[in-house]
């Protein structure tokens, strides 16, 4: 089964360029090249409603309280390197939430499980039992 291809247009994406943190020589405080691409998945028309459904409840620190998925690229030295940075990561974020989860099936612990359990729980016991009891003196 061949995933749906999603193509999301340039008029969704907001990029700015900012100066890049850390070393970086001279450069780094002239050139902007660290570059910041928002994507807002709540207002998207060209996500599909179960992939916004999906991203908008991924626990990502990227994703604001508004739905607006902000990129921060600064790991290469160019603005255009950055860029493509951005965008390949985008990729990746939409992409995780095209497949859809396993459900989780419950389990239970087989009984020999769970004698193992409580026997090693007793023989922790008796080693504190036994701890208490010596005569240290």
Known sequence: MAEPEITIPEQELVERFVRSTGPGGQNVNKVATAV???FDIA???SLPEAVRERLLTKRDRRVTL???????AQRFRTQERNREDA???LAAFVESGL???KPRIATKP????KERRIG???E???TKRNRAQRDWD
């Open 124 to 126: 922790r016991g008796a």
């Open 66 to 72: 508004e739905g607006v998925l902000v990129i921060s």
């Open 110 to 113: 087989s009984r020999a499980a």
């Open 43 to 45: 207002q998207s028309p």
């Open 99 to 101: 497949r859809v989860p």
């Open 120 to 122: 090693a729980k007793k």
């Open 36 to 38: 910041e691409l928002r």
């Open 87 to 89: 965008r390949v990561r």
